[in-house]
């Protein structure tokens, strides 16, 4: 088992920054793929970022790219997300997940409890 607890979600304003963090447990966090998801109200959960298990490689959706930038701290067990010239439309709960496979969309096979950003206009 994998557990996973994200924080640093809160209000901003629109155009503003906030960086989400992902901890992780276990042994193995390098072997995994790591993914930050979003789900808004009334709306299906979606994919926003992945990184590869040693950071080399990335994949955004064209709604964050540019914006947003995805890292990891393998030897902290744990994933960022810096979230950049915030809009209202990205106003959603942010979950972290991780796969031992390298894929963008769900299932994955753990998901952390979720942290609101919410985006003032």
């Known amino acids: 088992q994998v557990q996973l607890v994200e924080s640093g979600g809160g209000l901003v304003q629109a155009g503003g920054s906030l960086r989400l963090s992902c901890a992780a447990s276990?042994?193995?966090?390098?072997?995994?793929?790591m993914s930050w998801f979003r789900q808004a109200p009334g709306k299906e959960r979606e994919f926003v970022v992945a990184i590869s298990g040693g950071g080399r490689s990335t994949y955004y959706a064209d709604s964050v790219k540019g914006r947003f930038t995805i890292s990891r701290d393998n030897a902290k067990n744990t994933v960022y997300l810096q979230m950049n010239s915030l809009k209202p439309e990205d106003t959603a709960v942010y979950y972290c997940a991780a796969d031992r496979r390298w894929r963008f969309t769900a299932p994955m096979d753990y998901w952390g409890q979720g942290t609101q950003v919410t985006v003032s206009s």
């Open positions: 276990g042994r193995t966090f390098s072997s995994f793929a």
